[in-house]
């Protein structure tokens, strides 16, 4: 039975990537920061299985990393753990350097500390975000980087440490450059899944109006459990190389709130320019989004767009077999719609509980 680490399991990825190794018949270890909220949610149901356990470890801190790594011995390393927001990079600079590029030194020293160098595969979680103020369209393993915020510049040390290692020590580590994927489990504030919750709030009478930044911004969306099996493969080829992977298609942001709000059965038109720009409900001429400069970012990586030949080719993966992009804003939309109406339903009851247990309906 192989062992893997996962740090970042808390998140979207690291939980869809739990489930896949667990089936794979993998031991897996997860690590968890002390929190003094339940930010368990995405793995609560794996909690007691008989293969996963969790650790309490933080990027930022040696000490915990190297325990982890030594107590848990591992065949693969996934790194995942970030902070991942780029906007909030912006805000939280230094946080970000400090997780998202120091960290990942951090987990490749561990593993050489703990004598693992020759026997633990490490995966990096790289991004799209490298290419930035984009030199070239559509981008792949060959397109010059030109990182463009805080988070992005963090992640170019990531991931040049890790090719680093490779080639001073000899070290199985590679890293996925990751375009932007999505799921039912995506952190609320980055855009996809903003858009579905507020097409859901707004079908069911709970929100107005949506506000966005860059409407017109164009990303390579792909569905998040797609691209967990992308790691796996990664660390499983016969020589450690870094890979793209996406969808090879782009769409705006425009263009997703049209598929998530027509899902609901609202069609969308939109009128104006930059910040003037409306969303209308073709319908009743209602306007459901208006651009709002908060969004906006010191700078903005505007043209993403994958070319994942490569890992079609030396993995055989091809994302044209894989949850297309109207799939997944439906995916997205309907997970949306059932959680919005759980917590009205439960909001209903909570009213009316008083009277429930009055009347006896509830005891
Ligand atoms: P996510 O949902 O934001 O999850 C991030 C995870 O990192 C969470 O488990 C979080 O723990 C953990 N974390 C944050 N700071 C930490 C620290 N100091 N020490 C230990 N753990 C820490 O992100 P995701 O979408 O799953 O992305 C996974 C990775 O892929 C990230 O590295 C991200 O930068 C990268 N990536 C993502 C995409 C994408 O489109 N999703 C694309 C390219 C690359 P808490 O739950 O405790 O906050
Ligand atoms: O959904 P986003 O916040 O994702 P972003 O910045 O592309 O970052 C995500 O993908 C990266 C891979 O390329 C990952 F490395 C990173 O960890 C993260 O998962 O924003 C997407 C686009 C941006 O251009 C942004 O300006 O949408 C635009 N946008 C427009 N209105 C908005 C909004 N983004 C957010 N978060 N919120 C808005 O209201």
Redesign the pocket.
């Known amino acids: 039975m192989k062992t893997a680490l996962i740090?970042?399991?808390?998140?979207?990825?690291?939980s869809f990537l739990a489930e896949f190794l667990l089936e794979k018949g993998y031991d897996v270890h997860g690590?968890?920061?002390r929190?003094s909220v339940d930010?368990r949610e995405r793995i609560a149901h794996l909690e007691g299985k008989p293969h996963f356990h969790l650790h309490y470890?933080?990027?930022?801190d040696s000490m915990s990393i190297i325990q982890v790594i030594g107590k848990v011995k591992p065949n693969e390393i996934y790194n995942?753990?970030?902070?991942?927001h780029v906007q909030v990079s912006f805000d939280s600079p230094e946080f970000t350097a400090d997780?998202d590029a120091t960290?990942v030194l951090r987990i490749l020293e561990a593993v050489r500390q703990c004598s693992l160098a020759d026997t633990c595969r490490i995966y990096q979680?790289?991004?799209?975000e490298l290419y930035g103020k984009v030199e070239e369209v559509p981008q792949s393993e060959k397109t010059p980087f030109h990182p463009y915020s805080p988070y992005a510049v963090a992640k170019l040390y990531g991931f040049w440490i890790v090719k680093e290692y490779r080639e001073a020590y000899n070290m199985f580590c590679c890293s996925g450059i990751?375009?932007?994927?999505e799921s039912e489990r995506r952190?609320e504030t980055f855009v996809t899944r903003k858009i579905t919750l507020a097409a859901a709030r707004i079908k069911q009478g709970k929100q107005d109006k949506l506000y966005l930044g860059n409407l017109s911004s164009l990303r390579d969306w792909g569905y998040?459990k797609d691209y967990v099996e992308c790691m796996w493969l990664i660390l499983q080829n016969k020589t450690p190389e870094d890979f793209v992977i996406a969808t090879g298609e782009q769409h705006s942001v425009r263009e997703f709130c049209y598929y998530a709000f027509k899902h609901v059965g609202i069609e969308l038109e939109f009128k104006g320019e930059d910040a003037d720009e409306k969303g209308y409900d073709k319908a009743t001429g209602k306007v459901l989004i208006e651009v709002s400069k908060d969004f906006y970012r010191p700078t903005d990586v505007v043209n993403l767009w994958g070319d994942p030949s490569k890992a079609k080719k030396e993995l055989g993966w091809d994302p044209t077999k894989k949850t297309s992009f109207e799939q997944l804003v439906k995916l997205m939309v309907e997970a949306d719609m059932k959680k919005v109406a759980a917590e009205s339903a439960a909001e209903y009851v909570k009213t009316n509980l008083a009277e429930y247990l009055e009347k006896g309906i509830v005891k």
């Open positions: 740090t970042g399991i808390t998140g979207q990825d690291g690590t968890i920061r929190s930010y470890a933080d990027l930022g995942l753990a970030a902070q991942s997780v960290g979680a790289s991004t799209s990751l375009f932007n994927h952190g998040a």
